[in-house]
């Protein structure tokens, strides 16, 4: 049973800072993409970003890039997100997500989610 856990939200004033993790058990595959998705009330899920095991190749939304940075650590099995320079339009439930080989920002193209875990962003 495949498992993402993730943790490190919370609430932040604009400029501010968070990491968020994502711990993943249950995977078996040395090859996976570990991403991360928002929702915000009212809007569609939308990708932010993706790392590729085993190449760690990185993707990024238009939105974030520059601002935040994902990484993983393989030993843990847990991929982390940076955010800096967090604003407002930033707000909403950020979820873990692995697959196979999904196009890193198709939501449906990822086989298990994690539970979600909430950023706040205020003025």
């Known amino acids: 049973q495949v498992q993402l856990v993730e943790s490190g939200g919370g609430s932040v004033q604009a400029g501010g800072s968070l990491r968020l993790s994502c711990v993943a058990s249950?995977?078996?595959?040395?090859?996976?993409?570990m991403a991360w998705f928002r929702q915000a009330p009212g809007k569609e899920r939308e990708g932010v970003a993706a790392?590729?095991?085993?190449?760690?190749?990185?993707y990024y939304s238009d939105s974030v890039k520059g601002r935040f940075t994902i990484s993983q650590d393989n030993a843990k099995k847990t991929v982390y997100l940076q955010m800096n320079s967090l604003k407002p339009e930033d707000t909403a439930m950020y979820y873990c997500?692995?697959?196979?080989?999904?196009?890193?920002?198709?939501?449906?193209?990822?086989?298990?989610w994690g539970q979600g875990t909430q950023v706040t962003v205020s003025s």
């Open positions: 997500a692995i697959g196979l080989y999904p196009r890193w920002d198709s939501s449906r193209e990822y086989a298990y």
């Open positions: 790392i590729y095991t085993p190449y760690s190749t990185t």
């Open positions: 249950g995977w078996t595959y040395s090859t996976r993409c």
